[in-house]
């Protein structure tokens, strides 16, 4: 069953994952959610290689990046899940993709990404939706959510967990998942295979 997986996992069409993980639509949509930075500070939450803090930078940001592990040079060691050592309303945005997912207490960490967001601010997340209608076809043979996502996820959220952990949010996603892939605000709950979240702190 592992290999079905991993075979699923490099066809080349749009589920968030796999062989297009950095270039999904849902991360398109999310960085098109963001302002120009004109110097403005930006905090880059799971930074890992760095591709969306190479983004914000070109945005025009001043980014701070931090990860649990690492991976290039000047991203700090945080663990989200002890709280974000910086000060109350320190950054103008807060970019987190495919994070909270991995999260122990994701509404605890959502307070910290606020708490550190100024007033008038940005939050931009992303995270897997585990229940759009393909992953809940693909479930009825066995390849449910647990099985096919990374072995360190521990949450599978739908859209009611969402508009729980996120209230205020828009909620963006896209459908279909190739060739042509529309933004779609309706619907995102039943089609998109990614849940893309834009808070303005008010």
């Known amino acids: 069953m592992g290999g079905i997986v991993e075979l699923l996992k490099k066809v080349p ?15 398109q949509i999310a960085l098109s959610l963001v302002p120009p930075g004109d110097g403005k500070r930006a ?3 799971g930074a890992r290689e760095g591709h969306q803090t190479r983004w914000l930078r070109e945005r025009g ?5 931090v990860d649990l592990e690492p991976r ?3 991203c700090l060691q945080v663990d989200v899940d002890e709280g974000l050592p910086f000060e ?26 606020r708490r550190v967001t100024r007033r008038g601010g940005q939050l931009v997340l992303t995270t897997p939706n585990s229940y759009a209608w393909l992953f809940r076809f693909i479930a009825c043979f066995g390849l449910t959510p647990q099985r096919i996502q990374r072995p360190d996820h521990r949450h599978y959220f ?6 729980v952990l996120v209230p205020d949010a828009e909620l963006y996603g896209y459908f279909p998942y190739a060739i042509v892939k529309a933004t779609i ?4 709950g039943a089609l998109s295979p990614t849940f893309v979240m834009h808070v303005k702190k008010a």
Do not use: N
């Open 13 to 27: 069409i749009d589920l968030g994952q796999g062989a297009v993980a950095e270039t999904t639509k849902g991360k």
């Open 43 to 45: 905090l880059d939450v």
């Open 61 to 65: 940001y001043d980014v701070t990046s």
């Open 72 to 74: 290039f040079e000047g």
């Open 88 to 113: 109350d309303e320190s950054f103008d945005l807060v970019w987190c993709a495919e994070v909270i997912e991995h999260l122990k207490d994701p509404a605890r960490a959502m307070a910290e990404l």
């Open 158 to 163: 739908d859209l009611e967990a969402i508009r």
């Open 185 to 188: 605000r309706r619907g995102v």
